[in-house]
């Protein structure tokens, strides 16, 4: 589907707006505004033309687009190199500045993932 349909995931009506809202709390909307057909722009089978952390911000934008309470993120910077795990940081930083009723659930084994975060509980491994 196209980018704008992907936020809007489920929707019958696309507010092109709010997908433009949601793209900029995410820092995507430079990256939207280039792309050739803007928010028709496909985005290929199973986002098959998207990068790592461009699929983390789309996932973050649908959850804003449908105004989630609780966003969770279980490793979601694992697969990703140094510097789009730091953008991913930042962004989920900013998001929890500018929403504070937001809650992030963040499970994470690299401590830089959790900079951000106001409580950290550190879960031990048992031996079973």
Known sequence: GTLANNIAL??????????????????LKEWADE?????DTPLGEYGSR????????????R??????????????????????????NHALEMLSRQHRELTLIVIAHRESSLSFCDRIFDLDTCDI
Not at 63 to 85: G, H, I, M, P, Q
């Open 35 to 39: 792309l050739p057909q803007g928010l």
């Open 63 to 88: 959850a804003l687009y449908k105004e989630a309470e609780v966003l969770f993120f279980d490793e979601a910077t694992s697969a990703l190199d140094n510097k789009t795990e730091q953008e991913i």
């Open 10 to 27: 489920g929707q019958s009506q696309v507010d092109l707006t709010k997908v433009m809202q949601v793209l900029e709390q995410v820092q």
């Open 50 to 61: 998207l990068s790592g952390g461009q699929k983390q911000r789309i996932g973050i934008a």
